[in-house]
């Protein structure tokens, strides 16, 4: 993985303190998840309300986890939950075989719409069973909800409720929030998907929950490093005045711990902290560390083992005569300081529209824009402003829901990557910020869900299953020993063996600080 630290501003005056913005940033590599794809366990839980009988939503819910079910593949597990007035237990996970995959088809094919929204009991009835079972050791679990409501039944009913449940529970598996429709509660499944680390989907079609589900399971198969903690240490008085980015953070003794979670291949993720340096006695001709920066993961091997990883490197900077410091920004470090800039002043303007003070909501972002362009943010600047737009009335905080989670889930991550679907609007908005919505592996498996008939699936199945033809193919192009699945003919996975032979080991940088 790929690490670096990034002032703003790389000169500053030596005999004065200087208030600044540093930058971590990690970016992990492409990988070939056919060859390095972690197990995985996926506990689809299903709302089963009554509301969920319109508009097909129910039916695009199954139409979604039965696409799961075909790209599943031995070794890795599902289980199934649904949930209404109370949860229940459709099946705990099991290791996925054909017989097993025709059995899960027809209970999936059961299900119907029946009263209330529990959501709280499924959420906790899934996180149980995947804290339960005894999975491989690397096995990543994650834990899906798929609701079209708010959360009217179940020991706890509000966002702040369910998301500190879900933190006090989830201990080694992860939670996505899938929200079906314009209604649905997605300011609870925004918390939801923050508190549990996964990811967020605004579905506001019901046939868009095809691609969602594929760009999950593309995010699922593509992780690159879990488990990820970042720690840093000030020098010589130095030190972080506050910490910008929307992540949980834990201070002892001016050190700062950061637990980041996952980061997916092609990821760039980056962490932004007000950082106050200390006035110095004289210039210096070199660049002077001012933070020992300390970064810990998880990855899975090719062999399926988990193998625990930690970089450490120093954010220095120069101190010089005044005079001759820097006078502006670096741009490109001063834009990934825009991103997390702006999705702190969403939360606050929100925390005052929750209240019901809608102008001043209005105001905190629209002086964020002010200020985005006196630095010659111009985008950044426009898009402040429009997220502005949907704070300033009780009618419009209410009709926005979805393009507001859309763009904070994506601003508090640096990236659409943990975005499974997302409002139209808030593409437009995030693209004109540079910033990547999806992976390759992403890109591919929510297009394969979809049908996109554009989209040759050309790689193999998930792990190296086979070459996937779409359902027509000609004559001329034989699929041997092949099985009709969801449109499309799967060929059994190629001999494993064959996928180990060119192993490639990560090179991880050492360093000889003494500091931790």
């Not at 999975?135 to 039944?153: C, E, H, S, W, Y």
């Not at 209604?183 to 929950?209: C, F, M, R, T």
Request: aromatic share 6%.
């Amino acid at each position: 993985m790929q690490t670096k630290a990034q002032f703003t501003f790389e000169k500053v005056a030596h005999n004065k303190e200087n208030d600044l913005h540093m930058v971590v940033s990690l970016t992990a590599p492409k990988i070939s998840w056919q060859k390095r794809r972690p197990p995985i366990c996926v506990i689809p839980v299903i709302d089963c309300s009554q509301s969920m009988s319109s508009h097909s939503k129910m039916e695009y819910t199954k139409q979604s986890v039965l696409k799961l079910i075909d790209h599943l593949q031995p070794g890795d597990f599902i289980g199934l939950v649904g949930f209404s007035t109370a949860a229940f237990v459709i099946t705990p996970p099991i290791e996925i075989t054909q017989s097993k995959k025709d059995e899960l088809k027809t209970k999936v094919g059961e299900l119907q719409p029946m009263a209330w929204t529990n959501f709280s009991d499924g959420m906790l009835t899934g996180l149980q069973l995947g804290n339960k079972t005894d999975l491989p050791n690397g096995t990543q679990v994650r834990i899906i909800m798929f609701t079209d409501g708010a959360a009217n039944k179940g020991v706890a009913t509000t966002k702040d409720e369910i998301a500190a449940l879900a933190k006090k529970t989830m201990q080694e598996c992860s939670i996505s929030a899938f929200g079906y429709g314009a209604d649905a509660q997605q300011d609870l499944l925004l918390e939801v998907s923050k508190a549990g680390k996964g990811n967020y989907a605004y579905i506001k079609n019901p046939e868009d929950a095809l691609s969602a589900f594929g760009k999950e399971l593309g995010g699922l198969l593509s992780t690159y490093a879990t488990n990820v903690v970042i720690e840093l240490a000030p020098h010589n008085g130095h030190r972080i005045a506050d910490v910008i980015s929307d992540v949980d953070v834990e201070e002892d003794d001016n050190k700062v711990k950061i637990k980041l979670g996952e980061v997916l291949a092609e990821e760039s993720r980056s962490l932004v902290f007000a950082v106050k340096l200390s006035e110095q006695k004289q210039a210096l001709p070199r660049d002077v560390n001012i933070f020992d920066i300390k970064m810990s993961y998880d990855i899975v091997d090719e062999d399926g083992k988990k193998i625990s990883k930690t970089e450490e490197l120093k954010a220095k900077i120069r101190f010089v005569k005044e005079g001759e410091e820097q006078d502006k920004a670096t741009k490109a470090v001063d834009e990934i300081v825009a991103v997390a800039q702006l999705a702190k002043k969403q939360i606050e303007a929100e925390k005052l529209a929750d209240k019901g003070d809608y102008k001043a909501a209005e105001v905190v972002l629209r002086a964020q824009a002010t200020d985005f362009d006196s630095r010659g943010l111009i985008n950044y600047a426009a898009v402040a402003n429009n997220v502005s737009g949907s704070v300033g009335s009780q009618a419009l905080y209410a009709s926005s829901a979805g393009y507001r989670s859309s763009m904070l889930r994506s601003t508090s991550r640096g990236s659409g990557y943990g975005v499974s679907q997302m409002d139209s609007k808030a593409v437009v908005e995030l693209e004109s910020l540079n910033l990547a919505l999806n992976n390759s592996t992403q890109s591919t498996f929510s297009a394969s869900f979809a049908g996109d008939s554009g989209v040759t699936v050309n790689s193999e199945i998930p792990g190296g299953g086979g070459t996937v033809w779409p359902a027509d193919a000609s004559s001329d192009n034989p699929v041997p020993n092949g099985v009709t699945v969801a449109g499309s003919i799967i060929v059994p996975r190629a001999d494993v063996a064959e996928q180990k032979k060119a192993k490639r080991p990560l090179k991880v940088s050492k360093s000889r600080s003494k500091r931790w």
